[in-house]
């Protein structure tokens, strides 16, 4: 792709380096991550080999803008990673933190209905409550890294979270048998008695 590109296009990414790839290091250097993940360096690397790849478009924006994108590519690769760093197997039955009950197939079954259901009841839920509940239920991330990846505040991350562990609870009531991973304690049983109360 390179060999495609003006003399003016070279100068403009080379610019475009020069002014950006320290502060998108940093930038991917706050993002939750771990000795299995890339290098904050090899993802900003990769966000500028896209910027290459469509540079016929980034090239005519701004400066904010060009850094902005380059950012948003930095986060998904992040997160595509860390959806990547656990197989599905093992992600199910992070949903929730399950009681022990092993030796018990009726239990086991129950449990795996359960978060089944959880399962099926997060791709029913809004997109930004869904994307939430799936980093801290599913990744295991805490709502400061959650924001840090989305670049959101953490109140809202906490708010959205709030609603998604409400919709949880809506629509399976009794049939989630756990407590969710990024509620405190005692609050999913005052959930199920809001819940039951409604019903009555």
Partial sequence: MAEKLSPEDRDGIAALFD???ERLC???SCLPGGPELSESRDVAMTAFQEAIRNWHTIGTWDRPRQLAWLKAVCRNRRVDELRHRVGLEKLLPNLCDAD???GDPEEIALDRLALEACAAA???MTPSQRQVAEMAWLLQLAPKDIAALLEK???TIRARLYRARGKLRR???RQLRFRLADAPPGQDDEDGQDEQRREA
């Fill in 19 to 21: 002014a950006c790839y």
């Fill in 153 to 155: 505040n953490e109140g």
């Fill in 122 to 124: 997060l791709r029913r």
């Fill in 100 to 102: 022990a009950r092993i």
């Fill in 26 to 28: 940093a930038f991917v």
């Fill in 171 to 173: 629509e399976i009531g």
